[in-house]
């Protein structure tokens, strides 16, 4: 099997080549060959669509223009343009590698296949992308868009989860890639996934520059190729989120090093759904546990409920409830870093300076609504006087 589809995907370059030319999308990271621009980039894209990371990219590039910059970035810096992309993670790794960079290889990503995925973050697909890309070396660069182009092409069943596959894959388009050409080999199957044979519907076959080769477009089979076994059910959690204002200013957590979401700034959430008497005795006893003034008995002046909201996670999905309780007056000559793991700020300050995950963009956004309701009511106050 892997030799007939080595022949085939032999066939499909020069037909993907000459499309490539004729259809190449215009992004900002191919302006130029730029090792540390494609790096970014590919990181980004991972599960995010391109649509979305092109005002990511240009934010990110403007403050962080190459690796040493990256390296001194501040982590709050870091992390706040990284928010809404999600998976913390690779941000966090990609500082990691650009240290690494920078001691080991004079602040120049290596060209070496091998040695870009010794670099943290840095997998298969994402070494084979910058090798290929930025320095022109014959890799294959397999990730799931690959793997479903090409397995249409040659009518493959096989469970495109399974390392294995991704290997065999990966060694027969290496000795099928144009060596003149390989970087634009691998963006034109890119491409081609995004565009046209593009996952959960129908491909657009008739606009499909290797139709002709396609036993999958030959025997209708779109539905069932790429093969992937059932998912695992969403772990389902509750959470009551307190969002707690304290004289026009909202607590923030910092959450903990480890596990989901590390090291994030959050709005203060509890891993059950409470109901509002529940909610109002966590959010005392919190506040008891700060420096209040001195006896201080916080008791909330107002409650109120706020729309539920849904996060779903790769393998949890968050069901959440909120509550809004202002705080009395003793929260207000608090200083902004209350302690190491909150702070009290305005809603501007979260917007530039706090990097708050997806999650609770509901919440953000109900915050800032009731922000507006108050201004405006404050104004036409003023003008009926």
Request: one cysteine or more; proline letters at 6%.
């Amino acid at each position: 099997m892997q030799e007939n589809e080595e022949a085939l995907y032999r066939q499909a370059v020069p037909y993907l080549l000459d499309w490539y030319d004729a259809n190449a999308r215009i992004l900002p990271w191919r302006e130029e060959k730029n090792a540390y621009h494609t790096w970014i980039s590919e990181i980004m894209l991972q599960q995010t669509r391109v649509e979305a990371v092109r005002g990511y990219y240009n934010r990110f590039l403007r403050e962080l223009p190459d690796i040493p910059s990256l390296c001194k970035a501040p982590t709050e810096q870091l992390l706040k343009l990284w928010e809404g992309l999600g998976y913390y993670s690779r941000v966090r790794n990609l500082q990691k590698a650009a240290n690494i960079v920078c001691e080991k290889y004079g602040g120049v990503l290596p060209s070496d296949y091998e040695q870009l995925k010794t670099l943290p973050g840095i997998g298969t697909y994402t070494a084979g992308a910058i090798a290929s890309i930025a320095y022109d070396a014959a890799v294959p660069a397999v990730d799931g868009n690959v793997l479903r182009v090409m397995k249409r092409i040659s009518g493959s069943r096989d469970d495109i989860t399974r390392e294995s596959v991704k290997k065999a894959l990966f060694s027969t388009l290496q000795s099928v890639i144009p060596t003149d050409r390989p970087g634009d080999f691998n963006q034109a199957v890119m491409d081609l996934g995004a565009g046209i044979c593009v996952p959960n519907a129908e491909p657009h076959c008739k606009e499909c520059p290797v139709m002709h080769l396609c036993k999958t477009f030959r025997e209708g089979t779109w539905r069932e190729i790429p093969y992937k076994p059932a998912l695992k059910k969403r772990r389902v959690e509750q959470r009551t989120v307190l969002v707690i204002k304290c004289q026009g200013r909202y607590l923030l957590h910092k959450r903990a090093d480890n596990g989901l979401l590390a090291g994030l700034w959050e709005i203060p959430a509890v891993p059950e759904k409470m109901d509002e008497k529940k909610a109002i005795a966590q959010a005392q006893e919190l506040l008891l546990q700060l420096p209040f003034k001195k006896n201080a008995s916080p008791l909330f002046k107002k409650v109120d409920k706020l729309p539920d909201a849904k996060h779903i996670f790769s393998h949890v999905e968050w069901r959440m409830s909120g509550y809004l309780l202002t705080a009395p007056k003793e929260a207000s000559a608090l200083p902004e870093q209350i302690a190491a793991d909150y702070a009290l700020v305005d809603l501007e300050t979260i917007r530039t300076r706090y990097s708050l995950p997806s999650a609770f963009s509901a919440y953000l956004k109900e915050i800032k609504r009731l922000e507006e309701n108050a201004q405006g009511a404050q104004e036409k106050k003023g003008n009926d006087q």
